[in-house]
C-alpha cells in the first residue's frame, strides 16, 4: 500500500481524508494545515494523525495529496517532489502556466508522477459516454451554480469553467486555435458569470457558459458529432445519446425517420448507456495509485492539468 498525507484539510481536504482512510490502495499516516485550530478539531473528531509541518508529512510518506488553496499548489508540490513524493494536486494544477510546467519539469527530474483534481473525467455519466463521442465539432457547455463564497478569490473560469475546459480538451483531438471571451463581475472581486468560445484547428468550437450566481444548480454538456448528439448532465448523472443510420428496408411503424431537403432519411434511435453509481474523487485518487504502481501515465496527467489551465488563462486574458 501507498503512504498518503493529506496537506490542507479544509472542506475537500476532509473528503479527500475520509476517502484515503477507506481506500484498499492507500495507508492514510496523516494531514497537516497551517490553522491550527481547525487542524486540532480535525485531528480529535477523526482520529487522524496531525503532522506539526509539511516537511515532517512529506518524509513520513509516498504520495502527498494536496488540498490547499491554489495559491500554495506550487510550493507544496516543489517541495513534495524535490523529496521524491509523487503529488496528487487539485485543480486547478497551479495559480499560473509558469507554474505548471515548472510541476511538470520537476516531476520528470526527480521520476515521480503527478495527477490533477479534475474530478468530473470521473463523473459516471461521462465515463458511460466518452468512448462514444468521437470527432466532435460542436461542443455546449453549462455549468451554473449558486452563489457560495467559497472560492470566490478566483474568477469563476478558474472555479468552476476550467471542469469543461479539462473535459474539451480530452475530447477534441486538435489544437486551440482562437479563443473569445467575456466576464462579468457581479458580486466578488472577480468576474462571476464568464461567456467563452474555443476554436480549434480542426474546425471544431466549443462554446462554454459559467456563472456562481444563478439561481439553480446545471452542469450539463453537448457534443456534436457526424450522425450523432450526445447530452451528459454531470450534475444528475445522467445521459442521453441521439444516433442517426440509414433508413433499413424494413422500418418499425414506430421507427422515427428524419427526410433532409436532398431526400436522404436517416433513421434516429437512442442508446443510453447505463449509469453506474460511484465516488468519483475516490475513483480518481485509485487511478492515481494505480498509475503509480504500474508506472503509467496517469488520467489527468500534470501535462493535462497544465493546459487546462493555459486555456483557462487565455479565456481569463480575453476579459
Known amino acids: 500500500m501507498l503512504k498518503a498525507g493529506v496537506l490542507g484539510a479544509g472542506h475537500l481536504g476532509k473528503i479527500h481524508l475520509r476517502l484515503l482512510a477507506q481506500s484498499a490502495n492507500y495507508e492514510l499516516v496523516g494531514f497537516y494545515d497551517p490553522y491550527t485550530e481547525n487542524a486540532k478539531k480535525v485531528a480529535d473528531e477523526f482520529g487522524y494523525t496531525l503532522f506539526n509541518s509539511i516537511e515532517d508529512l512529506i518524509a513520513a510518506v509516498d504520495v502527498v495529496d494536496i488540498v490547499t488553496p491554489t495559491l500554495s499548489h506550487f510550493e507544496c508540490a516543489k517541495l513534495a517532489i524535490e523529496s521524491g513524493c509523487h503529488v496528487f494536486i487539485e485543480k486547478p494544477i497551479t495559480t499560473t502556466v509558469l507554474e505548471a510546467e515548472a510541476i511538470k519539469t520537476l516531476a520528470s527530474q526527480y521520476h515521480v508522477l503527478g495527477q490533477v483534481g479534475h474530478v468530473e473525467r470521473f463523473n459516471p455519466a461521462f465515463t458511460a459516454v466518452k468512448n462514444m463521442i468521437d470527432n466532435p465539432m460542436f461542443i455546449e457547455t453549462h455549468r451554473l451554480a449558486e452563489f457560495n463564497p467559497r472560492g470566490t478569490d478566483v474568477p ?17 483531438n486538435a489544437k486551440v486555435k482562437n479563443v473569445h471571451a467575456s466576464g462579468i463581475s457581479v458580486i466578488s472581486e472577480t468576474p462571476d458569470i464568464a461567456n467563452a468560445r474555443i476554436e480549434f484547428e480542426n474546425g471544431c468550437v466549443a462554446n462554454l457558459t459559467a456563472s456562481r450566481i444563478s439561481m439553480k444548480n446545471m452542469r450539463k454538456s453537448r457534443f456534436f458529432q457526424k450522425d450523432a448528439y450526445i447530452s451528459v448532465d454531470f450534475l444528475e448523472k445522467k445521459s442521453e445519446v441521439v444516433k442517426m443510420k440509414e433508413v433499413p428496408e424494413k422500418v418499425d411503424e414506430f421507427a422515427m425517420i428524419l427526410q433532409n431537403a436532398e431526400g436522404v432519411k436517416k433513421q434516429i434511435y437512442f442508446d443510453n448507456p447505463t449509469i453506474k453509481n460511484n465516488n468519483a474523487i475516490l475513483d480518481e485518487l485509485d487511478s492515481f495509485a494505480d498509475a503509480i504502481n504500474n508506472n503509467t501515465k496517469p488520467i489527468v496527467s500534470l501535462s493535462a492539468g497544465t493546459e487546462a489551465l493555459r486555456v483557462a488563462q487565455m479565456i481569463i486574458d480575453c476579459f
Open 156 to 172: 469563476v473560469v478558474l472555479d468552476l469553467m476550467i471542469h469543461d475546459i479539462d473535459i474539451i480538451l480530452s475530447v477534441v
